[in-house]
């Protein structure tokens, strides 16, 4: 009888990805979706902030509390916080993103270890299965160029360098065969994509958009530098998803400046205006509290995300992140007042969401993913929300809505 584990997953889609690549790569163990009938536990784990290093160590906790499972540590965390973990015999073992591929060798290992891998790693695994999933994630690229104030990221998962292009679209076509037909193109900076292997985004989503049974296409977030000429060509593909995520984190120039990210906001206004006379919906990130952000530039943020036409945000109070440039900034912003200003950028965003949606005129293209006592749960072209009543079992579909209701917080039907 095979032993059993269970695989807890935090963060980005990336570690979405990575945890389907071990899952895949499994042969001496069984999957359980139950962590309490495992016998180990892989944490897939995030360290973007010192919180997310806080997540996991109260995850760890509970599993201490409630479980004689041996844990396994992997994920950016492997690289920032694995050695003290194992040190304290908080976990079994730790090994970098590059080992996921030898997860039964990982988990065969009778005494504790650390491997943090090799950050050059390209990946040759092809995923032809998405566990408890509709949509399909596709990893293109791995690691990040740019050197954000306030990220740690380029340091756990290296510099950019792209995936395989023969094996991305095996991968594609071997999900599409498998019934799925969305997918979500991902990876530490999805837009840096073919830098290293002179191609581009553009031209891989023409060659994925070929493939029998691709219906959407929807890309993770992407820097505004990369919306190039090129790309801008397929903005008007039926297969492109009507929404674009667009980092920004922040829409003052002089913080953008101090969080040394590339993008201007003079360019980023000028690219969401073409984006929204083309009828896509547009998200972005944004953070508050960042150290520098006095109230002036704050007002200076908000005034000028009014004037950008965003449906989407996400956003998050800063999180002081252990070895970036951000952490020894001054001044530093109070934690009560950066969360007082995320609450006013978000109930903006989603008062800008609601009038897209009232605004918008013609049909619903949706993908249903769950189902909740009767009520089905999926997102259209616009990657907004929506929640669909029936007595069919709509699980999985692709569903043209005609006739709904815009509600404040998604919209509704009645099929």
């Known amino acids: 009888m095979k032993k059993k584990v269970y695989f807890k997953t935090f963060g980005c889609r990336t570690n979405l990805y990575d945890s389907q690549v071990m899952m895949s ?77 030898q997860i039964d060798l990982m988990l065969s290992q009778d005494k504790p270890f650390y491997n943090p891998g090799d950050l050059n790693h390209v990946d040759e695994s092809v995923v032809d299965d998405f566990i408890g999933k509709s949509r399909a994630f596709i990893k293109i690229q791995e690691g990040c160029n740019f050197r954000c104030s306030y990220c740690i990221i380029p340091f756990v998962r290296g510099d950019a360098r792209s ?97 040394n990210r590339r993008n201007v906001y003079k360019r980023d206004k000028e690219l969401f205006e073409l984006l929204d006379s083309k009828g896509f919906a547009i998200g972005t990130d944004f953070i508050t509290g960042h150290p520098g952000e006095s109230e002036e530039l704050w007002l200076e943020g908000m005034k000028n995300a009014k004037e950008l036409p965003l449906t989407h945000m996400h956003s998050f109070t800063y ?48 993908l249903v993913e769950s189902e909740k006592d009767g009520l089905y749960h999926g997102y259209d072209q616009h990657f907004n929300k929506i929640i669909i009543e029936s007595d069919e079992d709509l699980n999985g579909n692709w569903l043209t809505v005609k006739n709904y209701e815009v509600r404040e917080d998604c919209n509704y039907a009645q099929l």
């Not at 499994?26 to 016998?39: G, V």
């Not at 959407?216 to 790309?231: C, K």
Request: neutral net charge; charged residues 30%; hydrophobic residues 35%.
């Open 25 to 101: 790569s499994l042969k001496e163990y069984e999957i359980t979706q139950n962590e309490d009938e495992a016998d180990s536990i892989v944490i897939n784990s995030c360290t973007v902030t010192n919180g997310a290093d806080s997540h996991v160590r109260s995850y760890i906790s509970q599993v201490e509390k409630t479980s004689k499972a041996k844990v396994f540590l992997t994920g950016c965390g492997a690289h920032t916080k694995g050695e003290k973990l194992l040190e304290e015999k908080r976990v079994h073992g730790v090994f970098g993103q590059s080992e996921k591929e």
């Open 319 to 366: 999180s002081k992140r252990d070895g970036t440039a951000s952490a020894t900034m001054k001044p530093e912003v109070n934690g009560k007042i950066a969360k007082q200003r995320l609450h006013e950028i978000d109930k903006l965003i989603e008062q800008k969401n609601y009038e897209f949606r009232k605004s918008f005129v013609g049909n619903l293209e949706v």
């Open 163 to 259: 995936m395989d292009e023969a094996r991305i679209l095996e991968q594609i076509a071997r999900l599409a065969l498998n019934g799925f037909g969305e997918f979500i193109l991902t990876g530490t900076n999805v837009g840096s994509y073919g830098q290293d292997t002179k191609t581009s985004l553009a031209k891989l989503m023409k060659k994925i958009a070929q493939i029998r049974g691709v219906r959407r296409i929807r890309l993770g977030s992407v820097e505004p530098i990369q919306i190039t000429d090129e790309f801008k060509e397929i903005l008007d593909e039926p297969w492109l998803e009507k929404h674009l995520h667009i980092a920004l984190q922040h829409t003052s120039p002089t913080m953008l400046k101090i969080m």
